[in-house]
């Protein structure tokens, strides 16, 4: 395990703030696609790449009602290394493990790594996935352009996959007997509760909103208050409302991304666009958090002399992970904890389409997480290879 650590480690990782930049389709992704082909190849498993950029390595023949487990190696910009990279490794981690006590899988396995889970390029989070669950329209997708204006179907091209394959792929999806993703926390759920792996039960309702707020150009010397159009206050503003309707629901709210057009120090913005990531344990209470941002962001904008309009990018509804799934993997680890989590998963996107799925999580010491300081013990992380380990060892029987 710590061999496959220390090789997927150094790629991708900017020396400057120590975060990784994988994005989907990118050359960081790449050598990362690369180094789990080996990796895989070295263990014997077969590696075929689906329609939507999901790569699947099979140990044995690829069938149904198959045993899957794996997570994704993309992160978001500057993430940490643990997200995605931790349930891929403890994957084929356990894949050694389960070999070396003579384990023949009864049925099929597969360790499977998921394209673009953060969403970093191509601004939907789960993309691979919800195009395999066909949660995601394939025209819409292919559509999707990254900050440099290079789309989907390009990058998919550029990197010799083919753009038409990519949606809804039923025989697939219809061949996952269950998912079982291994993730790092990225809260201290599990510090509290001292102990080093837990089983995931639910996640939040969570989606992703772009507020355009179009104003009008002019010298920020020489127009006067009471003459501009300026949207950057009316984002300023809506950022604030955010937090406070948030605040007051109960629930989190997060402005984590802003383009602003022409971007000058002297001057005031024409265009200030961007994106709230918004989640809550239902999805009746996101709705109305992100209706009352809405609300706000147009009364304020009505004063600012600011035109505002919002887009729903993705959405993604709260998610119970399979109670029986979550209920024998708690048991088979001698009853550890099981909570839930405000993060979205593939596993999540998988629960929703109807595939049996539950995870496992791995004690964060600060709950830090999409960020270089994201952290986990080794030694837990060992103790959640183990525990992956022997949830499959009794699945795949
Ligand atoms: C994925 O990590 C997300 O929850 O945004
Ligand atoms: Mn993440
Ligand atoms: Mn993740």
């Given at each position: 395990m710590r061999e496959l650590w220390d090789a997927l480690l150094p790629l991708g990782r900017d020396p400057a703030s120590g975060g990784y930049r994988r994005h989907g389709w990118d050359a960081a992704e790449a050598e990362c696609r690369a180094w789990f082909r080996s990796a895989a190849r070295d263990r014997g498993l077969t590696v075929e790449e689906d329609g939507n950029g999901n790569l699947w390595a099979w140990w044995g023949e690829p069938g149904g009602d198959a045993v899957v487990t794996g997570s994704h190696l993309d992160s978001v910009p500057d993430g940490g290394a643990y997200d995605g990279p931790l349930g891929v490794v403890s994957a084929l981690a356990a894949v050694d493990l389960l070999r070396a006590r003579g384990v023949r899988p009864r049925r099929p396995f597969a360790v499977a790594v998921f394209a673009e889970e953060e969403g970093s390029r191509f601004g939907i989070a789960c993309l691979g996935s919800r195009l395999l669950a066909g949660r995601l329209d394939a025209d819409h997708a292919r559509a999707l352009a990254d900050r440099d204006g290079v789309t989907l179907e390009r990058a998919l091209s550029d990197a010799g996959a083919d753009p038409a394959a990519i949606g809804?792929?039923?025989?697939?999806?219809?061949?996952i007997g269950c998912f079982v993703e291994l993730h790092v926390e990225q809260g201290r759920g599990l510090v509290d509760l001292d102990a080093p792996v837990g089983v995931g039960s639910a996640s939040w309702a969570h989606g992703r909103w772009r507020f355009d707020f179009a104003g009008e150009a002019n010298h920020a010397g020489t127009t006067r208050l009471a003459d501009r159009r300026d949207p950057m206050l009316t984002f300023a503003n809506t950022v604030l409302s955010a937090r406070k309707k948030a605040r007051q629901a109960g629930t989190v709210a997060t402005v984590g991304r802003v383009e602003v057009t022409p971007d000058g120090t002297n001057a005031i913005p024409s265009l200030v666009r961007a994106w709230l990531d918004a989640r809550a344990p239902d999805a009746p209470t996101l709705a109305e958090v992100v209706a009352a941002t809405e609300r706000a962001a147009h009364e304020r904008g009505g004063r600012d002399g600011?035109?505002?309009?919002?887009?729903?990018?993705s959405g993604t509804p709260e998610t119970s992970f399979d109670a029986a799934l979550v209920h024998r993997l708690a048991?088979?680890?001698g009853g550890v904890p099981v909570l839930p989590t405000g993060a979205g998963h593939d596993a999540g996107v998988l629960a929703t389409a109807g595939v049996p799925a539950a995870m496992l999580f791995v004690r964060n010491p600060t709950g830090v997480s999409h960020s270089?300081?994201?952290h986990a013990d080794w030694s837990d992380c060992e103790a959640g290879a183990e525990a992956l380990a022997r949830v499959l060892e009794d699945l795949v029987a």
């Amino acid at each position: 395990m710590r061999e496959l650590w220390d090789a997927l480690l150094p790629l991708g990782r900017d020396p400057a703030s120590g975060g990784y930049r994988r994005h989907g389709w990118d050359a960081a992704e790449a050598e990362c696609r690369a180094w789990f082909r080996s990796a895989a190849r070295d263990r014997g498993l077969t590696v075929e790449e689906d329609g939507n950029g999901n790569l699947w390595a099979w140990w044995g023949e690829p069938g149904g009602d198959a045993v899957v487990t794996g997570s994704h190696l993309d992160s978001v910009p500057d993430g940490g290394a643990y997200d995605g990279p931790l349930g891929v490794v403890s994957a084929l981690a356990a894949v050694d493990l389960l070999r070396a006590r003579g384990v023949r899988p009864r049925r099929p396995f597969a360790v499977a790594v998921f394209a673009e889970e953060e969403g970093s390029r191509f601004g939907i989070a789960c993309l691979g996935s919800r195009l395999l669950a066909g949660r995601l329209d394939a025209d819409h997708a292919r559509a999707l352009a990254d900050r440099d204006g290079v789309t989907l179907e390009r990058a998919l091209s550029d990197a010799g996959a083919d753009p038409a394959a990519i949606g809804l792929d039923h025989e697939r999806l219809r061949r996952i007997g269950c998912f079982v993703e291994l993730h790092v926390e990225q809260g201290r759920g599990l510090v509290d509760l001292d102990a080093p792996v837990g089983v995931g039960s639910a996640s939040w309702a969570h989606g992703r909103w772009r507020f355009d707020f179009a104003g009008e150009a002019n010298h920020a010397g020489t127009t006067r208050l009471a003459d501009r159009r300026d949207p950057m206050l009316t984002f300023a503003n809506t950022v604030l409302s955010a937090r406070k309707k948030a605040r007051q629901a109960g629930t989190v709210a997060t402005v984590g991304r802003v383009e602003v057009t022409p971007d000058g120090t002297n001057a005031i913005p024409s265009l200030v666009r961007a994106w709230l990531d918004a989640r809550a344990p239902d999805a009746p209470t996101l709705a109305e958090v992100v209706a009352a941002t809405e609300r706000a962001a147009h009364e304020r904008g009505g004063r600012d002399g600011v035109d505002v309009t919002v887009t729903q990018e993705s959405g993604t509804p709260e998610t119970s992970f399979d109670a029986a799934l979550v209920h024998r993997l708690a048991e088979l680890l001698g009853g550890v904890p099981v909570l839930p989590t405000g993060a979205g998963h593939d596993a999540g996107v998988l629960a929703t389409a109807g595939v049996p799925a539950a995870m496992l999580f791995v004690r964060n010491p600060t709950g830090v997480s999409h960020s270089p300081a994201e952290h986990a013990d080794w030694s837990d992380c060992e103790a959640g290879a183990e525990a992956l380990a022997r949830v499959l060892e009794d699945l795949v029987a």
